[in-house]
Each structure stands twice: as C-alpha cells, then as structure tokens.
C-alpha cells in the first residue's frame, strides 16, 4: 500500500511535484544552473551560453518562479531560491549516477542537450499528472523494507495495485482513470527505459529507480513547505548542530526540521559554518546510520561497527562498503538516523546524549 495513501493531500502533493519536473526540460535546467553562477549577472549572457534568446531566457526565469514551489526569484535580477538548490543538488546527484558531469555540460550542443532529455524523459515532456500518479506508485510497491534503495533490486509490482492507486488520486481530484489510460502510460515509460512490465507486473530499472527517488525527495521539500507555511514560520532549516560560545563540542538543538531534505541541507550549512569558522577538525557529533530498533537489534548489533557516521570528508566508497558488510550480517535490515559522537578512531553512540533524527 503507497505510503501516506490516507493522507488528503497526497494526490496535491504528486501532482505539485509532476508540475516542477513537467518544468525542468533541459533548457530551463540549464538556465537554472546558470542562476547559481555568481559569475553571470544578465540574462544577455545567459542566453549566449545556451544559445537561445533573451526573451526566452526571461520566459524561462519566470515560469521557474510560478512552479509550486519557486525555483527562481526576482530581486534586483533573478536569484536561486533554497528551493532552487536543492532541486539542483538533487538532479545533479541523479544525472551524476548515470555518469553526467553537469560542470562539463555544453548547453549550446544539442546532442548535449538531447543526451540530459533523454535522462529526463518521460518526467519533463509528462502533460498530466496521471504518469507522477503512476510513477510514484510503482516506487511505493516496488520498496523493499520501506524505502527504495539503490543497492537493493526492487520488488515486481503488480499492475492491478498500480490501477487502483491511481484511480483513487484521479477520483480525489474529481477525474477518472482506468486500466487503459494506465498500460498507456506504462508502454511509455517502458519505450524511455524505465521500466519492463507484461500483463501482470512491473519492474522498475535504474533509471526508473532514479526517476522514483527524485520524485518522492520533491515531494518530502514540498512538505516541508507546508510545514512551515503552516507554522508561520519562514526562517531557515536549522542546521542539526551549532557550535557552543565555549568549549570545543558541539550542541544538539532539542528542534530538528523532519524529513529527509531538512537533514540534507542542516548538515551542509553545520559543514560550512565549521569551515567558516576555520575549524579543520572533523565535528563531535555528526548524523549517522545504525540498524534499527524495530529490526529487534540489541546492543551487540548496535555497537559501533555498525554505525555509519556522516561526516565531511565521507565518501560513496566507504560508505558503501559499510553499508555492504551490515547487509552480509545481518541482512535487509533497517536502519534509522541518530547523533553520534565520534572518538579520534572511530565512530561510537553517545545513548545519553543523542537524539534520534525524524525521518
């Protein structure tokens, strides 16, 4: 069953979501990249990198504004909303796996640009929301132990569940979808190598899988919006640690932004103040991975061998290869966020003082 399928507004979310990505065609994701150039100041320039014209520069800039949730935004010239960022860092990671270098990218090259919107396809050149519908629901059956995982193999799905979901988010927005409308855009996202699905079932490939995990983090930044549009508050994300007036070790704040995203960017901006601050040293506590409580870990379990500190200088090698061995020994297990403090060797839990992070 999808996650959050009892939530009101998940049909809203999805549909916000397939909004932003129907948006980043590889044209106006290169104009968002060149927004977080400091070294661009006029549209002018941007359009001779991209060799298009100013005017559609501009049309571009504006329409990254209106999205859901603006990418773009206008002071005295266009700027990068946090937003923005994140949804960069996050296309970027995505086009990185399959081996795109966006800092090497020509966007004046067409077969450049044909090669980015083929990675994309079919999320920018999407017309509905039915296949974000879809999309999102093969990633929700297809999770194995809860979420998708890059190194785990995702389950078959049965085409029958994927109907119905979709059917219900069409009947809250007061459309209707059937099974054909479905296998439609099923054979579509099979002819963009997403997925291979018969009569019955679907799989999800690597780009799929890809194209999952993209979706689903745009939806967990578009509910952290909610959060604090609801809240009233428009300050931004704490970082998961600041630095004490005296002393060396760090200090845990009591609120943490939940999600995903909000632990991504806190720990980022915690990094940068350590850096700005001109400590070299590695931080006293960081975020890091165990296994879980409700996979029945004991202590032996949760010793520090099995704690996957996320530092600075952490790296996908190593972090694979720890992530590899736990599996070896204790299986599909799942894991949770923590705070951890690191000794001058290796990584050990402070169970008096950590504070579990809120996925």
């Known amino acids: ?89 996050l296309l970027d990671s995505m086009l990185g796996h399959f081996g795109k270098d966006l800092s090497t990218v020509d966007w004046r090259d067409r077969d450049e640009r044909e090669h980015i919107g083929e990675l994309l396809s079919p999320l920018h050149n999407s017309r509905s929301a039915v296949p974000f519908f879809i999309l999102y629901s ?26 119905a979901d979709a059917k219900q988010w069409q009947e809250e927005r007061g459309k209707s979808g059937t099974r054909k409308q479905v296998r439609s855009v099923l054979k579509r996202f099979g002819d963009y190598n997403t997925i291979e699905f018969d009569d019955e079932t679907i799989t999800l490939k690597d780009k799929g899988k890809e194209h999952v995990r993209l979706l689903e983090r745009l939806i967990d930044l578009l509910e952290e919006d909610e959060t ?59 975020p890091a991975y165990c296994i879980s409580s409700s996979d029945g870990a004991d202590e032996e379990a949760r010793s520090p061998s099995t704690v996957l500190p996320l530092t600075p ?31 001058s060797e290796k990584s050990t839990t402070n169970s008096s003082e950590r504070s579990q992070l809120q996925r």
């Open 138 to 163: 093969i990633g929700q059956h297809s999770a194995v132990g809860g979420r998708l995982d890059r190194f785990v193999s995702p389950e078959s799905v049965q085409v029958k569940d994927v109907v």
């Open 228 to 286: 604090v549009e609801s809240s009233g508050d428009t300050s931004s994300i704490p970082s998961p640690s600041t630095q004490q007036t005296s002393g060396t070790q760090s200090e845990i704040p009591t609120e943490l932004t939940t999600g995903r995203i909000g632990l991504q960017l806190g720990l980022q901006r915690f990094i940068d103040e350590q850096e700005d601050a001109g400590n070299s040293e590695l931080p006293t506590i960081v």
């Open 313 to 343: 200088t952490t790296n996908v090698e190593d972090l694979a290869d720890q992530i590899h061995r736990i599996s070896r020994e204790y299986g599909n297990v799942q894991l949770e966020l923590f705070w951890t403090e690191l000794s």
């Open 1 to 89: 069953m999808p996650r959050d399928s009892d939530s009101d507004n998940r049909s809203a979310l999805l549909v916000e979501a397939g909004e932003i990505l129907q948006k980043l065609s590889p044209s106006r994701f290169a104009t968002l990249l060149l927004v977080s150039d400091d070294d661009i100041e006029t549209q002018a320039e941007m359009a001779d990198m991209l060799g298009i014209s100013p005017s559609t520069v501009s049309t571009h800039l504006q329409s990254l504004e209106d999205l859901p949730l603006s990418l773009t935004k206008r002071e005295r010239q266009y700027k990068l909303t946090p937003a923005g960022d994140t949804v960069i860092e």
